[in-house]
């Protein structure tokens, strides 16, 4: 009997062959070792997934925008730069400038996100066609909940001063809702529904300006909801304008 030699590599014929680890491209072997998967290269027995990098989150401009207005009201607009966005969300400079072009794009999107929602509360299909008195009702109630809902983006609204173009055109637009609500009181106070020895304005002021604290003070991790805020304003308020 001859004696069995160990396989040698390309020579075929010994007793026992031995199992020879898989090269590359190079079939044959008794037992093939699986390979990681190559990028571009089909046909290993097992796909390798690649890990994603670290510290490269994804984000779509709705999550980015998200973490602006965050650092915004911690930081202040003016005081924000685009470094300090970049080192809040972990991604580079060239990542933001992605989805938006600048800072003040951020700024804008925040701020009429805000105003959009509150403008969305004076059209007929949300006040109906009630009385002057119910729709400054409904309209109080409503407010308070855009501003529980919307809570970052109408604090930001709330303390933007003018100092960019962007911040002048939200002022604007706050003043052209602070004067739909004027005119909602006035027309209460027209129909009798409202005190007559309290100015129109100055409720109206007074009004908005008891609803705009909230955003102070509230806080939705304390257990505070939304309509009861609302539902003790409207008490609190109208039981005081209101014709007895």
């Known amino acids: 009997m001859d004696e069995a030699q160990p396989a040698k590599r390309g020579r075929p014929g010994s007793a026992v062959v031995a199992a020879q680890p898989a090269k590359r491209g190079r079939p044959g072997s008794a037992v093939v070792a699986v390979q990681p998967a190559k990028r571009g290269r089909p046909g290993s027995a097992v796909v390798a997934v690649q890990p994603a990098k670290r510290g490269r989150p994804g984000y779509d401009r709705a999550g980015l925008l998200a973490v602006a207005v965050t650092v915004f009201n911690e930081r202040g607009y003016d005081g924000t730069s685009m470094e300090d966005l970049s080192a809040r969300l972990g991604i580079g400079k060239s990542s933001i400038y992605h989805h938006v072009g600048s800072k003040e794009e951020l700024l804008g999107l925040a701020l009429d996100r805000a105003l ?106 304390r257990g505070e909801h939304a309509a009861q805020i609302a539902d003790a304003m409207v008490r609190m308020v109208f039981d005081g304008l209101r014709v007895r």
């Open 116 to 221: 959009d929602a509150l403008f969305a509360l004076t059209t007929p299909d949300e006040l109906g066609a009630e009385p002057a008195i119910d729709r400054l009702q409904r309209l109080v109630r409503r407010a308070i909940e855009v501003l529980a809902a919307e809570l970052p983006y109408v604090t930001l609204l709330l303390r933007v001063r003018g100092n960019t173009p962007t911040e002048l055109q939200a002022l604007a637009r706050r003043r052209d809702f602070d004067r739909f609500v004027s005119t909602l009181v006035a027309r209460a106070a027209a129909d009798g529904d409202l005190r007559a020895d309290i100015d129109p304005g100055l409720a109206s002021r007074l009004l908005f300006g008891a609803v705009n604290s909230i955003i102070e003070w509230y806080r939705p991790d």
